[in-house]
């Protein structure tokens, strides 16, 4: 009884993940046809084409309108799993913390050594798997470019600044997680929310360096004790990932100086775990487990 208890709180934990693809997918599904439509409307000379896939692939692979409808779905998402969070787990009757409780200027300082590490490893990941494997990364760079990554846009910021990190955490690293700890040992926890993460992006190459970013959004949210530094966490990551210049990223073929950037780029990592955990260390005692 034991154990089948245990497996359903685990498989419990699925739910939000669930649940949120479910809105990608509603949310696709309405918007794909409200743009046949509207299509159609203005162009029925071109009705008899609407049996064509191909035709209908190019129909709505216009970058504008994928980045729009991911900012749609994450807006939904955030609203739907936010109240879920909300009731479940955010305290109703305690006095709403200060911003000086939640994070030090050290605390700041290590998220952005931490994120600052963690840009540079994963570009090398994303270089591993494409070596590994050329077509994963050829998937993954169509993917960025149909959605506009190769010409940014105000939706695209949007959406990758501030909406995608507010959505993701909450469902990931807040109701997702929240569970997870109560269903198995921290770590375990931390690698299933990460490991739902990777998978919930849909291609290797994101899934593998989201996996990854994933574990330390876990682990700023869990030893920090609030959502809003992993939130935080990822908005930084992002702001990085969609406004850093080009010549911020070595592409050249040294051995060595990649193993020097490599080098430097864990000791960043190591320096913002540091930095965080000693901010922490001297801020005002909170709870163990985030609450917010």
């Given amino acids: 009884m034991k154990i089948l208890k245990k497996i359903g709180s685990i498989l419990f934990c699925l739910l939000p993940c669930l649940l949120a693809f479910a809105i990608q997918m509603l949310v696709t599904f309405i918007g794909v046809f409200l743009k046949i439509i509207v299509f159609v409307s203005q162009n029925t000379f071109q009705i008899s084409n609407l049996s064509d896939p191909q035709f209908l692939i190019q129909l709505v692979q216009d970058s504008q309108f994928l980045a729009g409808l991911s900012a749609i779905y994450a807006v939904i998402a955030a609203i739907v799993l936010g109240f879920w969070y909300w009731k479940r787990f955010v305290p109703k009757r305690q006095p709403k913390r ?3 409780s939640i994070i030090t200027p050290q605390m700041l300082i290590g998220l952005i050594f931490l994120m600052l590490g963690m840009q540079y490893i ?4 994303v270089m591993l798997v494409s070596v590994i494997n050329p077509a994963w990364y050829d998937t993954y760079q169509e993917l960025m470019e149909g959605i506009g990554f190769g010409n940014i846009t105000f939706i695209l910021v949007l959406y990758s600044v501030l909406i ?3 959505s993701e955490e909450i469902i990931f690293r807040g109701i997702t997680l929240k569970y997870a700890t109560k269903a198995m040992p921290f770590f375990l926890a931390n690698i299933f929310q ?3 993460f990777g998978i919930f992006h849909g291609n290797v190459v994101q899934g593998t360096y989201a996996f990854v970013t994933g574990m330390f959004c876990g682990y700023v949210c869990l030893k920090g ?4 530094l992993s939130i935080l966490f990822h908005m930084l990551f992002n702001i990085w990932g969609t406004f850093a210049p080009d010549f911020l990223s070595y592409s050249g073929n040294s051995l060595l100086l990649h193993i020097v950037i490599f080098a430097i780029a864990v000791c960043f990592t190591l ?4 930095l965080y955990q000693k901010g ?4 005002t005692p909170i709870l163990d487990t985030y609450n917010e």
């Fill in 122 to 125: 994963s570009t090398y990941l």
């Fill in 280 to 283: 922490i260390d001297k801020r």
């Fill in 271 to 274: 320096a913002g775990v540091f």
């Fill in 164 to 166: 995608a990190p507010i």
């Fill in 194 to 196: 990460a490991f739902l």
């Fill in 98 to 100: 200060k911003i000086s």
């Fill in 225 to 228: 004790g609030s959502l809003y």
